[in-house]
């Protein structure tokens, strides 16, 4: 299959075909180079905006929005954009919880870490104590507040 795909690409035939049908081919490439799973080729064909649950992390967690879900989930799982390094358990302000990946992410790093989570969005801080909650955590506190810093003059 791997080589057909790349067959198609190499003799050019990709500008006669369908949008929808390149990008399936491009999911597909990289899923079998190991970039892409199963469960994100799925999540990616779903409409923005509509909520949902998935295993992508276990046990399942909900999402309101599946492309923001992936967006997150590869910044934070796949790059490590939140990776660093601690002697001891640190305390982390998530100014911005949202549906609680960085969270999870940060509680399977460090388990003993004390967490607070700010999410103002009544919906989506619905959707994050709900995913907290399933983890089982200890040491997360969460918060429906916005989280502003303001420089006083």
């Not at 609680?100 to 870490?113: C, E, N, S, T, V």
Request: proline share 5%; net charge positive.
């Amino acid at each position: 299959m791997k080589k057909i795909f790349k067959r198609i690409i190499k003799m050019g035939f990709t500008e006669y075909l369908p949008t929808s049908f390149k990008r399936e081919i491009v999911n597909w490439l990289k899923f079998l180079r190991g970039e892409k799973s199963i469960k994100e080729i799925q999540l990616s064909r779903l409409p923005r905006f509509t909520p949902g649950s998935t295993n992508l992390i276990k046990p399942n967690i909900e999402y309101v929005d599946s492309a923001s879900l992936l967006s997150a989930y590869r910044e934070i799982f796949k790059k490590g954009i939140y990776d660093f390094k601690c002697d001891r358990n640190p305390r982390i302000i998530d100014c911005g919880a949202n549906i609680g990946l960085a969270i999870i992410y940060w509680k399977r790093k460090f388990p003993d870490a004390e967490i607070i989570g700010f999410e103002p969005d009544p919906e989506i801080f619905r959707v994050l104590k709900k995913n907290i909650r399933k983890q089982d955590y200890s040491g997360v506190s969460l918060y429906q507040k916005v989280f502003i810093s303001e420089m006083i003059h």
